[in-house]
């Protein structure tokens, strides 16, 4: 005998509700879960420029002076077109690293034969920021050259010209030659690599003039060879902010 008692259902209008509540719970969802990364993205990069601004201070403590934003005839030339980024590695907790690029340009001053500049594919995890992958990644271009990058350039003053700022060719700035006092200026920046992987090498490279320009120091007027904005943070003395 058949049952008399009458069968739950769901019609098509309450299927098609549902589904749609479901939709726009999980699309809330995902929005929460992408802010949440995106902040957390956003505070290892920031912390990241605090802890390159204190290993630049402590250069200076130990050196009396910044480190030369790009090397050329600095140290009588034992390391041409090295990154100041380079040099800050013994206070990133990077000693051997550093050790090694130091007996590879004693081998070799062209940071571009490899062996033994065989560093300049290693990725650095402070040069880096998880909000741009390519930061975190090597790039192999045609001819063979393999490369890692940063994300952080040093503030060469307005421009690649003028020599006014912290970081740029050559330069040995200490803090008694700040006029401007060091809360006012700005040592580092955010700036991801160029979208053509042409510059941005944390290791050595020459940049736009072969002063560096845009590979590891930067201008905040700096004429660029392409439309990227400049910088999108920046390391003040005592104050990390992006």
Known sequence: MRSSLPHAAFSLIELILV????GILIGLLLSAVQQVRAAAQRTECMDHLKQIGLALHSYHDSQHSLPPGMSLRI?????????????ILPYLEQ?????????????????????PH???????????????????????FPDG???????YLGVEGADQFKHDGMLFLDSRVPFADVTDGLSNS???GERPPSADNVYGWWYAGWGQQKNGSAEMVLGVREKLQSDEPCFRG????????I
């Open 234 to 241: 920046a390391y003040h003395f005592g104050l990390a902010q």
């Open 75 to 87: 140290d009588g030339g034992a390391y041409p077109y090295m990154s100041w980024n380079a040099r």
């Open 186 to 188: 700005l040592l580092v």
């Open 19 to 22: 589904i749609a509540i479901i």
């Open 95 to 115: 000693e051997s690293l550093w050790r090694d690029i130091q007996e590879a340009y004693k081998s070799n001053r062209n940071f571009l034969r490899v062996p």
């Open 145 to 151: 050259q393999v490369v890692a990058f940063t994300a």
């Open 118 to 140: 065989v560093h300049r594919q290693t990725i650095v995890r402070m040069f880096t920021c998880p909000a741009d992958p390519r930061s975190s990644a090597v790039v192999t």
